[in-house]
């Protein structure tokens, strides 16, 4: 399996503009999430699906964020507009119960840059 | 709620000694406990998890943790430690029923030669 897929893997836009990630989840993985890491905050989470559902967005900074996910295989997190404060590094990651407790894999990250 | 402390966000080891990473927790209800790591550049990976039963696990490239419950800690640990240790660990931890990780602050580990 290739791992969870990440485009792009840097993003560099100005203050103002639409930024769109992507997040290809490991096949037969019912849950995707969503993090955001910056040397300030740490590693927080955005937002959790299980099955296609947002199951709990309070991680969500405002309403500038938005996440969907059309099906099973691919997710988005959308910026709209950016600011110079949404500058991290944002990872996906997703997981299978068929365990309890089963790992999350990562993707390796986007490297958002506002200016 | 549950909270995860990493209390030393730095901690430089010489080649080839022993190092201990200390994670605590706080949770009113039963958690399970990981450790993950994030080498340069990349995502995070799962290097142990502890789920129940023995109270010491042993994970990849020689890692190991105890669960203390009445600590209520997690620490990391490895015997002889190498310059690819060098990267930042991740305590996190989660409660039953739930698929919802909280991540520690992080330690990065910098290994001296």
Redesign the interface.
């Known amino acids: 399996d290739a791992g969870?897929i990440q485009s792009p893997r840097h993003e560099v836009t100005e203050m103002g503009q639409e930024v769109t990630l992507r997040c290809k989840p490991i096949s037969g993985h019912d849950?995707l999430?969503w993090y955001r890491q910056t040397m300030m905050r740490?590693?927080e989470?955005l937002i959790?699906f299980?099955n296609n559902v947002p199951i709990?967005d309070s991680g969500m900074p405002e309403d500038r964020f938005s996440a969907k996910m059309p099906n099973a295989s691919f997710s988005t997190l959308k910026i709209q507009p950016s600011e110079p404060r949404d500058s991290a590094v944002y990872?996906c990651?997703s997981?299978t119960?068929d365990r309890?407790?089963d790992?999350?894999?990562?993707?390796?990250?986007t490297r958002l840059t506002v200016l | 709620a549950q909270s995860v402390t990493q209390l030393d966000s730095q901690v430089p080891v010489f080649e080839e000694a022993p190092v201990e990473l200390r994670c605590n927790y706080s949770s009113s209800v039963s958690v399970?406990l990981?450790w993950y790591v994030q080498y340069p550049?990349?995502?995070?990976?799962?290097l142990l998890?502890y789920?129940s039963g023995s109270t010491l696990v042993k994970g990849i490239n020689g890692f190991e943790a105890e669960f203390n419950k009445s600590q209520t800690s997690f620490h990391l640990r490895k015997p002889s430690v190498h310059i690819s240790d060098t990267a930042e660990y991740?305590c996190a931890v989660?409660i039953?029923g739930n698929?919802?990780?909280?991540?520690?602050?992080?330690t990065r580990l910098t290994i001296i030669p």
């Open positions: 969870v849950y999430f740490g590693l989470l959790y299980n709990d990872f990651a997981t119960t309890a407790a790992t999350q894999y990562f993707g390796p990250g | 399970y990981f550049n990349q995502g995070l990976q799962l998890k789920l991740f989660q039953f698929e919802k990780l909280t991540f520690g602050t992080g």
